[in-house]
């Protein structure tokens, strides 16, 4: 995934300090095991790769310690993340693209919530598509 500055600085200060750590895992694709693939792990355990758990409750206490109220974890930040992209306006096959997504529905059907300010946009979108034209060619405000 594209990462924004600040976090990819804050992967690369980690990677510093402790290496990443390369391990063969399985691939899953749509509910079903693909093939082997090997990939590196940024946060991985002193002894091998962290376990899931591990990376959730690591991720609770980040969240704690700034101050975010509710439940934060791995699969609401990548919601989150998938939703700022869908609500900046980024198209939706690249959406797919950087998340490792397959299809649209399960990018539009799981990982992504209507914000206030996309709802917003879209009902000024229908407002500046209807509302009649001034003579100085500007249109009526609601």
């Known amino acids: 995934m594209p990462l924004a500055p600040v976090i990819a600085d804050a992967l690369a200060k980690l990677a510093s300090i402790r290496k990443p750590t390369s391990v063969t895992l399985p691939w899953v694709e749509q509910g079903t095991r693909r093939e082997q693939r090997e990939v590196r792990l940024v946060v991985p355990g002193r002894s091998g790769p962290r376990h899931e758990s591990v990376l959730a409750r690591a991720v609770r206490e980040l969240a704690r310690r700034a101050g975010i109220d509710g439940r934060v974890t791995l699969h609401s930040l990548r919601k989150y993340y998938t939703t700022v992209l869908g609500d900046a306006g980024v198209p939706l096959k690249v959406i797919d693209t950087v998340t ?32 009649p034209s001034r003579e100085d060619g500007t249109r009526a405000s609601a």
């Open 100 to 131: 490792g997504h397959e299809s649209h529905g399960l990018t539009l059907g799981v990982y992504t919530t209507p914000t206030a300010a996309g709802i917003e946009r879209s009902r000024q979108a229908v407002q500046d598509a209807l509302a």
